[in-house]
């Protein structure tokens, strides 16, 4: 599935660390002009000093400011880019607590924040040019806890990637004239090193064996597992397949 990105320029949030950096890091190995959004000086720091971030532009921005948001956008129309891709990367339970009588009001504002509004926010900007050039290719992160509910993580976060799955399908509709398709990829555990230690403090050594035995490809994700999905619904050749929620998680969770 090589996606052929040269000439097109890519949008990736959230996207210093983590999926996203994996994600922005393909995306410009595929050819593409990339800009990443991310609110962590130091994580942008350390990735602008990967060889595979080479070329990639970084804006630090708050995706909760919508403000920023806009300020931040402005400084990448002045630097040139006219964005054919978006990749609503940056979202995560935040850490709030998986029992549901434990999330606040506040836990549940964060994370729809955080994995619903800035994603709106961005669409909104972004696509009327990609309307008005007739492409583009919005891909959106959302989650097997989205799909099918979560082990480790509580229902705020499961109900913000079931909104964002859910837009997914709606934009689709939309925006499908207008040359834009809209998919949402996502992934079961990934194990990145904030993954691995969310899933150390709230599973056991056996649960966590009973889980790995439980996922049909025996393993759990890769950031690259994650880019590669992302890659190809940004490509070209994608573009009879919108509204689709692809599942990125060795089977762990089917739906026919
Ligand atoms: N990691 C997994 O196992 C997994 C599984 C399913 C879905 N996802 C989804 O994939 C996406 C990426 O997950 P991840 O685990 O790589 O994320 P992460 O928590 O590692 O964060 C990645 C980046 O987002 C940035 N960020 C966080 N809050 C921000 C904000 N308010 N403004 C700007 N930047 C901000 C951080 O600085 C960091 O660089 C999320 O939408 C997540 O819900 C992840």
């Not at 630097?79 to 434990?102: C, K, M, Q, Y």
């Not at 979560?150 to 040359?179: D, H, I």
């Not at 599973?203 to 994650?226: C, F, L, M, S, W």
Request: proline letters at 3%.
């Amino acid at each position: 599935m090589a996606a052929g990105l040269h000439g097109k320029m890519a949008l990736v949030s959230g996207a210093a660390d983590g999926l996203g950096a994996a994600i922005a890091a393909r995306l410009a190995a595929d050819g593409a002009r990339v800009a990443v959004l991310d609110r962590s000086a130091e994580a942008i720091a350390l990735s602008a000093a990967r060889p595979d971030m080479a070329g990639v532009h970084f804006e630090q921005v708050d995706l909760s400011d919508a403000a920023g948001i806009a300020a931040a956008l402005s400084r990448l129309d002045q630097a040139g880019f006219r964005f054919d891709i978006l990749v609503n990367n940056a979202g995560g339970s935040l850490h709030t607590p998986r029992a549901f009588v434990e999330e606040t009001d506040e836990d549940w504002a964060r994370v729809m924040d955080l994995n619903v509004t800035a994603a709106v926010r961005l669409i909104r900007a972004i696509v009327p040019g990609m309307a008005e050039r007739g492409y583009g290719r919005i891909i959106n992160l959302g989650s097997k806890a989205g799909r099918y509910g979560s082990l480790f993580t509580g229902a705020n976060y499961v109900a913000a990637k079931g909104a964002v799955q859910s837009m997914t399908l709606q934009l689709a509709q939309e925006f499908g004239p207008r040359g834009i398709t809209c998919n949402a990829v996502c992934p079961g555990a990934i194990l990145t090193p904030r993954v691995e230690r969310l899933l150390s403090e709230r599973q056991t050594p056996e649960e966590r064996a009973a889980v790995r035995n439980a996922i049909p490809v025996r393993r759990h994700g890769r950031v690259e597992d994650v880019a590669a999905a992302v890659a190809f619904f940004a490509s070209e050749e994608s573009g009879f397949i919108t509204g689709q929620l692809l599942d990125v998680n060795g089977g762990q969770g089917m739906a026919s």
